[in-house]
């Protein structure tokens, strides 16, 4: 029988895996799409890594930090993990200009389990609904002391052509991502994303592997560290 008034405990660790991706990016209108690889690392404790060609994304939750790798200049940028708090409002904004800022809730919906390729997965679709674009500042008008305009009318404009027909404007596209995620793993396995700039989608194969040699989350030897900004 579980214990009256303890604090909920942690969900266990996932393992550690490995997973190779393959992403496809489809612009919006019609332009032909990119392909992109790319691999992710996961420890036992919690550290992740994410390798492309050219750089690599290290995330330390236990330390709080974030390190950028950039391989063709064999440079290190360690960046520190916001905190989870919301950021206070700025001095001398004015009132509601914080709650004006954030964007709209995102909308989770269930999708069950399935198997791809093998792979029990467990599906999520996350909804953001698209933010309005905001209303263009009013230009006051200049006023320019000591000068007089004329009492005369200007003359009478002749009559302007009818504006043609407007199409109706549709309403913006919301941001909609499906995520598929191993259920023995933890770790995503299919991703789709369709925002108004085009649909992007990620496979990911995943293995599940012996824990990862900590040189994986770690600098490499020779790498410049470059100063915090």
């Known amino acids: 029988m579980p214990a009256v008034g303890l604090p909920p405990q942690p969900p266990p660790p996932a393992p550690p895996s490995c997973s190779e991706c393959a992403t496809k990016t489809q612009p919006a209108g019609g332009a032909a799409p990119t392909q992109s ?27 709080q930090h974030t390190i950028v790798l950039d391989h063709a200049k ?21 009132p509601g200009a914080a709650a004006a800022a954030q964007p ?34 009013a230009i006051p008008g200049v006023k320019v002391p000591g000068v007089k305009v004329p009492g005369s009318p200007p003359p009478p404009k002749p009559p302007a052509a ?9 309403p913006p596209k919301p941001s909609v991502t499906e995520v598929w995620t191993s259920v023995k793993l933890k770790t995503p396995v299919l991703t789709k994303t369709s925002t108004a700039a085009g649909e992007q989608t990620t496979y990911c194969k995943p293995t599940e592997t012996a824990e990862h040699p900590p040189s994986v989350f770690q600098i490499p030897p020779g790498y410049k560290i470059k100063p915090k900004l």
């Open 37 to 63: 690889a790319s691999r992710m690392w996961r420890s036992g404790d919690g550290k992740t890594r994410i390798d492309t060609p050219t750089t690599s994304v290290i995330s330390d939750p236990a330390s």
């Open 74 to 94: 064999k440079e290190a940028t360690v960046i520190p993990m916001s905190s989870a708090g919301s950021s206070p409002t700025p001095a001398g904004a004015a």
């Open 104 to 137: 709209p809730s995102v909308q989770v919906e269930a999708l069950g389990k399935s198997t791809i390729e093998g792979h029990e997965v467990e599906g999520k679709r996350y909804t953001l609904p698209a933010m309005p674009a905001p209303p263009k500042p």
């Open 162 to 170: 009818p504006a043609p027909p407007q199409p109706p404007k549709l």
